[in-house]
């Protein structure tokens, strides 16, 4: 499967600020997306990024609060902006992949980024 | 209604039973399902998926399907303190790529 790399692991923001997270793959990947966990909640997906055209975001979320920028297919940054103590989540990126080869598709999952809003 | 149901728990077993896990789904037209764990601070990991009635064994884990119910479980046999994580159900409904997840279910095992 592909090794997702996501950064920062956790931060600590003050309200009213932004925060950039990275997503690198180590290999080309059409659809990269991105998740929230709330602290005791599931995924709900945000957006999904394609390389050459603007994320598709969930209802709930829009591209002024969470830019993503997806400039090749390996790359893709989300950002949470203006944030409040409601943006306090667990920020995951992920892609499909076939592992093993001829397999049906399945999601991957990076690292993560633990945010907490002060 | 939501799209997939799990149980919150806690789960707990001893060491050594079967830990058995649930999950229903909404939508018929759900084709991929997926068992992920996610140990606390961590980011799910994959461990079973099935797409087809019956049971599908790997190791210690067995998914089991049933479409007609919409319902998908997770066994896991001879269950280790090790095991204790919080586990995800998730389903992947058509060729959106859109993957639903359930809200986990928190399994203890006890030494």
């Known amino acids: 499967s592909a090794v997702i790399s996501q950064k920062p692991s956790r931060d600590i923001c003050q309200r009213g600020t932004s925060l950039t997270i990275q997503c690198q793959v180590d290999s080309q990947v059409t659809m990269m997306f991105w998740y929230r966990q709330q602290p005791g909640q599931s995924l709900t997906l945000i957006a999904t990024?394609?390389?050459?055209?603007?994320?598709?975001?969930e209802s709930g979320f829009v591209i002024d609060k969470f830019p993503i920028s997806r400039p090749n297919l390996t790359f893709s940054t989300l950002t949470v902006s203006n944030m409040s103590p409601e943006d306090s989540s667990i920020y995951l990126c992920?892609?499909?992949?076939?592992?093993?080869?001829?397999?049906?598709?399945?999601?991957?999952f990076g690292s993560g980024t633990q945010l907490s809003v002060l | 209604q939501k799209e997939v149901e799990q149980n919150s728990g806690p789960l707990s077993v001893p060491e050594g039973a079967i830990a058995s896990l649930n999950c229903t789904y909404s939508d018929r037209v759900s084709q991929s399902f997926f068992w992920y764990r996610q140990y606390s601070g961590k980011s799910p990991e994959l461990i079973m998926s099935i797409y087809s009635n019956g049971d599908k064994e790997d190791g210690r884990f067995t998914a089991q399907l049933n479409k007609a119910s919409q319902y998908v479980s997770l066994l896991i046999r001879d269950s280790q303190p090790s095991d204790s994580a919080t586990y995800l159900c998730?389903?992947?409904?058509?060729?959106?790529?859109?993957?639903?997840f359930g809200s986990g279910t928190k399994l203890n095992v006890k030494p």
């Open positions: 992920s892609v499909e992949g076939h592992h093993p080869p001829g397999s049906n598709e399945k999601l991957f």
């Open positions: 998730a389903v992947n409904k058509d060729n959106f790529n859109k993957f639903y």
């Open positions: 990024a394609n390389q050459g055209s603007e994320a598709t975001y």
